[in-house]
């Protein structure tokens, strides 16, 4: 069973910086990619980036070059470098590992706050 544990959040105030983690655990293809999310109090679900077993990383447009995700593969374990952060990042950050582009796993969450 593909367990994904999320941490790293917290409380930040406005242009700090947060490292979030995504630890992975049991048997995991190693055809995979790993996406995070977010959402927002009362908005939809958000794609952030992802990053594949190859190392080939994509980004959501707005966040424009603020974040960084990157993968040990070594550890099973993916980060979110984010910087240079605002109050509308302020949102629960999800990890989603996805195998060869069927089946999905999806982490419990953590809590990003950023205070002005």
């Known amino acids: 069973q593909v367990q994904l544990v999320e941490s790293g959040g917290g409380l930040v105030q406005v242009g700090g910086s947060l490292r979030l983690s995504c630890a992975s655990s049991?048997?995991?293809?190693?055809?995979?990619?790993m996406d995070w999310y977010r959402q927002a109090p009362g908005k939809q679900r958000e794609w952030v980036a992802r990053?594949?077993?190859?190392?080939?990383?994509t980004y959501a447009y707005s966040m424009n070059g603020r974040f960084t995700i990157s993968r040990d593969n070594a550890k099973n374990t993916v980060f979110l470098q984010m910087n240079s952060l605002k109050p509308e990042d302020t949102a629960v950050y999800y990890c989603?590992?996805?195998?060869?582009?069927?089946?999905?796993?999806w982490g419990q969450g953590t809590q990003v706050t950023v205070s002005s």
């Open positions: 989603k590992l996805t195998e060869r582009g069927v089946y999905e796993y």
């Open positions: 049991g048997s995991i293809d190693s055809i995979n990619a």
């Open positions: 990053i594949t077993s190859d190392g080939r990383t």
